[in-house]
């Protein structure tokens, strides 16, 4: 992630030198070259996946000087990028903060049996009450007709199956560390919450829209109970894009590894114009669309 943008420009160079001195540690090295077990990890995935994202934006910037834009979002860890990008964290708050985030999650995998499954062409109404039958959590309403549920792993197991019996087209188990955005992970919600009390915030620059309500909060200390809230709640990311369609937005730009929101947003709206960056490629056709 990020190798062949720092091997292009200066500026993504220093900051993951930047990045590696705050964090105390080389995760340049794990980002660039793994091995796959290592990154995936989420307490070394979360601060990559910011890192890398914001590099993607200094990149897109050295080549769109003029690039503005007035609202941001961010699916799961990548909300603390878009409010790092918005200005309301710095630099370092935010990679410190995601570093901490990714360890208390990945300690409360460890100390629970959790598990995650994505269901696919499914009424939201009957996998609330297959959910409910199961007692397991809904962890992300990604786009119309695909969720992922959170829970235990016995418990996530008879949601499959009881999603399937109840019509659903898919429903996957999915190889993750942990139940992400469930109950399970209350310990790291707790932890999370006495971390945010001592960081400094400000207003975002721009309008974030947040995870837990799909809408902009209203000042610093919203904020931060809504970031302490995601943890165990679902994120909402249709009703995020769906929100800021209706307030007029036409063009969205993806930054950080991978096309996953580019590939949601398709189940989403058509008619949005979208862009990604990922890597050298990727900017480059990113900066031909921007420049036409």
Known sequence: MGRDLCE????CREAFARGNEILGRDLQSICFDGPEDTLTQTDNAQPGILLT?????EALRSQVP??????AAGLSLGEFTALTAANALSFEDG????QQRGRFMQEACNTTSGSMASIIGMDDTALVEVC??????????NCPGQTVISGEKDRIAKAVELAKARGARRALPLQVAGAYH??????AQDRLASVLGGVTMREPSVTVV????ARPATGVEEIKKLLVQQVTSSVRWAECMQWLIAQGYTRFI????????SGLMKRINRDVEMLNVADSATLDAAVAKLSA
């Open 95 to 98: 990679l410190g903060l995601i």
């Open 254 to 261: 993806e930054l950080g590894p991978g096309k996953v929101l």
């Open 210 to 213: 947040h995870n837990v309500t």
């Open 182 to 187: 469930s109950r399970l992970m209350q310990p």
């Open 8 to 11: 292009r420009f200066g500026s």
């Open 66 to 71: 003029s690039l503005t834009f007035s609202a």
């Open 53 to 57: 994202s914001l590099v993607c934006l």
């Open 132 to 141: 409910r039958q199961a007692d397991v959590d809904i962890a992300n309403l």
